[in-house]
């Protein structure tokens, strides 16, 4: 199973990034789809997920209403469009894959079946 992230990069802040995930070697659609980030000596927190069909998503409180997390099953991949980006959003952004629901990938990163290697998105103020 491969996860490759892609779609990160420096932005100005109140700049949009889009991210994408291509996701091989696992039957996609048996699987949520989770967002999370790193920053510089912090944990690695919860950014967003969505269910197999993305019929449910679910948002960290600080990306409400700027990001929003999408995925095409046709495509093996999701997408998370960060938009008014701000400094405190810069991190490494990795996505990955629970065979559970969006709603259990919202307790944070133990658990998940795969990770990506993560992409880095800088934003200057």
């Known amino acids: 199973v491969t996860l490759v992230e892609s779609g990160g990069g420096l932005v100005q802040a109140g700049g949009s990034l889009r991210l994408s995930c291509a996701a091989s070697g696992l039957t996609f659609s048996n699987y949520a789809m989770g967002w999370f980030r790193q920053a510089p000596g912090k944990e690695r927190e919860f950014v967003a997920a969505?269910?197999?069909?993305?019929?449910?998503?679910y948002y960290t409180s600080s990306v409400k209403d700027r990001f929003t997390i999408s995925r095409s099953n046709a495509k093996n991949t999701v997408y998370l469009q960060m938009n008014s980006l701000r400094p405190e959003d810069t991190a490494v952004y990795y996505c990955?894959?629970?065979?559970?629901?969006?709603?259990?990938?919202?307790?944070?990163?133990?658990?998940?079946?795969?990770w990506g290697k993560g992409t880095l998105v800088t934003v200057s103020s």
């Open positions: 969505i269910n197999w069909d993305g019929g449910a998503t």
């Open positions: 990955a894959a629970d065979q559970g629901t969006a709603y259990s990938i919202r307790r944070g990163p133990r658990g998940m079946d795969y």
